[in-house]
């Protein structure tokens, strides 16, 4: 059997065993390990799978996945997002579509101390929506606003997604944090655009003014002070040199949970499952880095990425071309699968291809700059249909309101995202400049 026809034949065994309702983990498992038996029999599979097996899980780096992780969930059951909307509210409250355009501020802050999108956009609606509802903004908006603002979960550093990348490509994960804050403010600032000009081109979306929510006032001011003071010491600890990314997400946990403990909105019950939700999500993360790597093995022997690497230089498409092209592969992909299966499957294979293309940068800018546009991308997966998990996460909550309309809501923001993407796809130095500055 030739490589190629192996590499295919590993693609349907996945998607037939994801048809079926297979983990992910386990269907890029099953398949890696079916193209690598095939290759070298069950001995070399048995060699390779012990071997990596703990070279992965060994990994010092690996550690800073599950304290990110809890430092996001200390703050959802610590009540910090209730006082970051309502401080957002206070600021909006004179504009039109106002408490929309606080969901976003909040889901950015709240995004700068979790690190996950469904988390962000979870804990934000529990708080939010009904605020939206009682106020008068229509289901579409309400929803849409708050799965769009979601995303902002994974592209305001930290992200897990981007330690991920940083991990699987051996890049400078302080270095990915810094190219990611900018592009996470313009997609902030786009979303706020989005709803400025959608309430005044569509009638009835929400109302004119906000005239009962309070104003920011000193009590408001110091309720979030301590998220300040944690985004502060997490990322000037990084940047100034005081710790590594990993004990910043140590110090993050520890600060996060004394803010949740000041708060007395942390119970017993609450602490606990922090602990529980961290070990269920980092390991789901740990077994698709497993399967994962797998696959990416059975793959390499195939010597599929020669063989792409040498069709796509036969194209003679320019450089920015080719990653346009990888970029909408991405989009296409993001509507069978989640975000970190999607990067832990596609960045063994694509790495290399983009490293060896000359962009007129140094290696190191185009592996930080290649992982940002990645990011960008992902996000299209959390919204567009027919997956869009931040969709149905959000309008799981919103009873009233059909999943068509969900959809409808966020289609405004999905231009957004598109223009934003463009932006930096043909304008590296937006994220890369803040790297040079800060590293």
């Given at each position: 059997?030739?490589?190629?026809?192996?590499?295919?034949?590993?693609?349907?065994?996945?998607?037939?065993?994801?048809?079926?309702?297979?983990?992910?983990?386990?269907?890029?498992?099953?398949?890696?390990?079916?193209?690598?038996?095939?290759?070298?029999?069950?001995?070399?599979?048995?060699?390779?799978?012990n071997?990596?097996?703990?070279?992965?899980?060994?990994?010092?780096?690996?550690?800073?996945?599950?304290?990110?992780?809890?430092?996001?969930?200390?703050?959802?059951?610590?009540?910090?997002?209730?006082?970051?909307?309502?401080?957002?509210?206070?600021?909006?409250?004179?504009?039109?579509?106002?408490?929309?355009?606080?969901?976003?501020?909040?889901?950015?802050?709240?995004?700068?101390?979790c690190?996950?999108?469904?988390?962000?956009?979870?804990?934000?609606t529990?708080?939010?929506?009904?605020?939206?509802?009682?106020?008068?903004?229509?289901?579409?908006?309400?929803?849409?606003?708050?799965?769009?603002?979601?995303?902002?979960?994974?592209?305001?550093?930290?992200?897990?997604?981007?330690?991920?990348?940083?991990?699987?490509?051996?890049?400078?994960?302080?270095?990915?944090?810094?190219?990611?804050?900018?592009?996470?403010?313009?997609?902030?600032?786009?979303?706020?655009?989005?709803?400025?000009?959608?309430?005044?081109?569509?009638?009835?979306?929400?109302?004119?003014?906000?005239?009962?929510?309070?104003?920011v006032?000193?009590a408001?001011?110091?309720?979030?002070?301590?998220i300040?003071?944690?985004?502060?010491?997490v990322?000037?600890?990084?940047?100034?040199?005081?710790?590594?990314?990993?004990?910043?997400?140590?110090?993050?946990?520890?600060?996060?949970?004394?803010?949740?403990?000041?708060?007395?909105?942390l119970?017993?019950?609450?602490?606990?499952?922090?602990?529980?939700?961290?070990?269920?999500?980092?390991g789901?993360?740990?077994?698709?880095?497993?399967?994962?790597?797998?696959?990416?093995?059975?793959?390499?022997?195939?010597g599929?990425t020669?063989?792409?690497?040498?069709?796509?230089?036969?194209?003679?498409?320019?450089p920015?071309a080719?990653?346009?092209a990888?970029?909408?592969?991405?989009?296409?992909?993001?509507?069978?699968?989640?975000?970190?299966?999607?990067?832990?499957?596609t960045?063994?294979?694509?790495?290399?291809?983009?490293?060896?293309?000359?962009?007129?940068?140094?290696?190191?800018?185009?592996?930080?700059?290649?992982g940002?546009?990645?990011?960008?991308?992902?996000?299209?997966?959390?919204?567009?249909?027919?997956?869009?998990?931040?969709?149905?996460?959000?309008?799981?909550?919103?009873k009233?309101?059909?999943?068509?309309?969900s959809?409808?809501?966020?289609?405004?923001?999905?231009?957004?995202?598109?223009?934003?993407?463009l932006?930096?796809?043909f304008?590296?130095?937006?994220?890369?400049?803040?790297?040079?500055?800060?590293?």
């Amino acid at each position: 059997m030739s490589g190629l026809l192996l590499v295919a034949m590993m693609f349907v065994v996945m998607l037939v065993l994801m048809a079926v309702r297979i983990p992910i983990a386990a269907a890029m498992f099953f398949a890696g390990a079916y193209g690598y038996v095939m290759q070298t029999g069950w001995a070399g599979f048995s060699n390779y799978l012990n071997a990596q097996a703990f070279a992965r899980f060994a990994s010092y780096d690996l550690s800073v996945i599950p304290l990110f992780i809890l430092m996001g969930n200390f703050a959802t059951q610590g009540g910090i997002s209730r006082a970051l909307f309502s401080f957002a509210a206070g600021i909006t409250r004179r504009f039109k579509g106002g408490m929309a355009m606080a969901a976003v501020l909040a889901s950015a802050a709240f995004g700068a101390i979790c690190g996950s999108s469904v988390a962000t956009a979870a804990t934000i609606t529990g708080v939010a929506l009904p605020e939206l509802r009682r106020h008068g903004y229509s289901g579409r908006l309400a929803t849409g606003t708050l799965a769009a603002a979601g995303t902002l979960g994974i592209l305001i550093p930290p992200s897990v997604p981007l330690v991920i990348y940083a991990i699987l490509t051996e890049q400078n994960i302080a270095k990915l944090f810094a190219a990611a804050m900018i592009p996470g403010l313009i997609a902030t600032l786009g979303y706020l655009v989005v709803i400025a000009i959608y309430v005044r081109m569509v009638p009835g979306q929400a109302p004119e003014i906000d005239d009962d929510v309070p104003g920011v006032n000193a009590a408001s001011v110091l309720s979030v002070a301590p998220i300040l003071s944690i985004f502060l010491i997490v990322f000037g600890g990084i940047y100034g040199g005081f710790f590594t990314p990993t004990e910043g997400a140590g110090v993050g946990a520890a600060a996060t949970l004394i803010s949740a403990l000041l708060r007395r909105e942390l119970s017993w019950r609450g602490f606990k499952e922090c602990f529980y939700a961290t070990a269920e999500s980092s390991g789901m993360i740990f077994l698709i880095f497993l399967g994962a790597d797998v696959m990416s093995g059975a793959l390499a022997l195939s010597g599929a990425t020669t063989h792409l690497s040498a069709f796509v230089n036969s194209l003679g498409w320019p450089p920015y071309a080719i990653v346009a092209a990888i970029l909408v592969f991405y989009v296409v992909l993001g509507a069978v699968m989640d975000e970190l299966s999607m990067i832990l499957l596609t960045i063994p294979i694509f790495f290399p291809l983009i490293i060896g293309l000359d962009f007129g940068m140094p290696r190191e800018s185009v592996a930080i700059w290649f992982g940002v546009m990645v990011l960008m991308v992902v996000e299209f997966g959390l919204l567009a249909p027919p997956v869009g998990l931040n969709v149905y996460v959000v309008n799981g909550m919103a009873k009233d309101v059909s999943i068509a309309e969900s959809y409808r809501g966020v289609m405004p923001f999905l231009v957004s995202d598109t223009i934003r993407t463009l932006l930096l796809l043909f304008f590296p130095g937006i994220c890369l400049w803040l790297v040079g500055v800060l590293t």
